[in-house]
């Protein structure tokens, strides 16, 4: 068990909720056990975007399984893991969507919104934040660095200066 799983747990404890920690089956057997809401009330888990937009984390990990079915043609049911579905969110979402088309910075005050209510109706507790550091040498130039995909090594030259 992590000492994160642990350190959420006393929190719980102290606000008076009953909270046991119980590792999660990994494998199959964990994946098999996803779509299951009753198998956990609780899931500590990762996500990093693959395209930094807000709609990667909001859509797969916290919709309402027919608003991704109406917007995708498909549902994954290992991706929501909690089970949320909050038909107003997606309301909000959909708006955030249509703005971020024409108007990708203009809409981060919405997406914001859906973000402060998933929050506030506790979908998810947001515990860490990754930070990426790359060090190269002084004779590496064009040292790029993508959110998605870390330093962008096929973009970067070496030259003969010591």
């Known amino acids: 068990m992590t000492v994160a799983a642990q350190a959420i747990a006393t929190a719980a404890r102290l606000i008076g909720l009953k909270a046991v920690v119980r590792p999660f089956p990994e494998g199959e057997a964990g994946f098999q056990r996803l779509p299951d809401p009753k198998a956990y009330q609780i899931l500590m888990s990762d996500w990093f975007a693959d395209f ?3 709609s990667n984390f909001i859509l797969p990990l916290l919709s ?3 608003y991704i079915m109406e917007l995708t043609g498909h549902v994954d049911p290992t991706v929501n893991q909690g ?7 997606d309301a909000v ?3 955030a969507l249509a703005e971020q088309q024409h108007d990708p910075l203009g809409s981060s005050g919405l997406w914001a ?3 402060r209510m998933y929050t506030d109706a506790a979908a998810w507790i947001p515990y860490t934040s990754v930070r ?3 060090l190269v040498s002084s004779r590496v130039g064009n040292v790029l660095f993508s959110p ?3 330093p962008l090594m096929t973009q970067m030259w070496l030259t003969d200066r010591k």
């Open 132 to 134: 990426a550091i790359t």
């Open 83 to 89: 089970h949320f579905c909050n038909r107003d969110i």
């Open 113 to 115: 919104q859906v973000d």
């Open 64 to 66: 309402c399984p027919s």
């Open 52 to 54: 930094p937009a807000p």
């Open 148 to 150: 998605a995909l870390g």
């Open 93 to 95: 979402t959909t708006r």
